[in-house]
């Protein structure tokens, strides 16, 4: 495949098959989410490692058909997320998962504008913006957005102030796009504890634990079930939280 996004298949928008767009779905908890929707939906892999992106994508792909295609843009660069949406020319979306976020943590005291300014880029506006240049699509197919939020975007607590803060404020995106969409589009927040993925294997490392035990956290796949759970509910009903935490604390 080229190094430059090409458009979806065309047989995608008229295929009875569901197309589900999901971002951060090169690693961890959004490569789960695809991974699972994959298996009765076509999905758009999103990240920004075209190779590592283009290996997901070719895991999903039978032999008969393609049932995945690349996503492939920094969500933080808005001229790259608008010429790769152009690109895909996209006539169709059922669903759209947020799972692209990042996490750095400190005492306030020490929480300078430009991580202020990364973590709400990502957390935030891009899930923001990527959400209202496809929203038109989601209000005809009836559809949904899912927002893998966190603990945080309930708690606060020492260290947190500038991840929690986003999500809080991803929380309130989430709210207010569920009161204003009622009957057109469904959205779901997801809050995850502490799953099993490179994003944890950081936040450990950063706090000096050197005996990281990946089996103490909750599966990326249990976040996929939840998902699933929102986007398999009846046309009629909408789940608009879900909270998912490690059984074992700390
Ligand atoms: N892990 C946890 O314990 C945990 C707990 C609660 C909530 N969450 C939330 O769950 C979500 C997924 O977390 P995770 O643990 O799966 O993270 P992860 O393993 O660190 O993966 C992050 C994903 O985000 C993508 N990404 C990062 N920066 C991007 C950018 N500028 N533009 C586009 N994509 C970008 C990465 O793509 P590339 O690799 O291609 O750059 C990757 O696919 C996040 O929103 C996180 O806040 C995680």
Not at 53 to 63: I, N, Q, R, S
Not at 99 to 120: K, L, V
Not at 130 to 157: D, F, Y
Not at 219 to 232: F, G, K, M, Q, Y
Request: charged share 25%; proline share 5%; hydrophobic share 45%.
């Amino acid at each position: 495949m080229s190094t430059e996004q090409q458009p979806v298949p065309d047989g995608w928008a008229t295929c009875s098959r569901p197309i589900a767009l999901v971002t951060g779905a090169s690693r961890g908890i959004g490569l789960a989410v695809a991974r699972d929707l994959a298996r009765d939906h076509h999905v758009l892999v999103g990240g920004t490692n075209r190779e590592t992106v283009e290996a997901v994508v070719a895991e999903m792909d039978t032999v008969e058909s393609r049932q995945a295609w690349p996503f492939v843009a920094d969500l933080t660069d808005r001229d790259a997320l608008v010429g790769t949406l152009d690109a895909l020319g996209l006539t169709r979306l059922d669903v759209l998962v947020h799972s692209a976020g990042i996490a750095e943590y400190g005492p306030i005291a020490d929480s300078d504008p430009a991580m202020w300014q990364r973590t709400f880029d990502l957390n935030v506006f891009a899930v923001a913006e990527l959400t209202r240049l496809v929203l038109p699509m989601l209000r005809r197919s009836k559809g949904q957005v899912v927002l893998i939020n966190s603990g945080a975007g309930h708690n606060a607590s020492p260290n947190s102030g500038v991840y929690a803060a986003s999500k809080f404020a991803l929380r309130a995106l989430g709210d207010s796009l569920r009161a204003e969409e009622r009957e057109q589009v469904r959205v779901c927040s997801i809050h995850p504890g502490r799953v099993d993925t490179d994003m944890q294997r950081e936040l450990q490392a950063s706090l000096g634990n050197d005996d990281y035990r990946g089996e103490k956290y909750v599966r990326p796949e249990t976040i996929a079930a939840a998902v699933r759970l929102a986007v398999d509910a009846a046309p009629q009903a909408m789940v608009e939280e879900v909270i998912v935490r490690p059984v074992i604390a700390g």
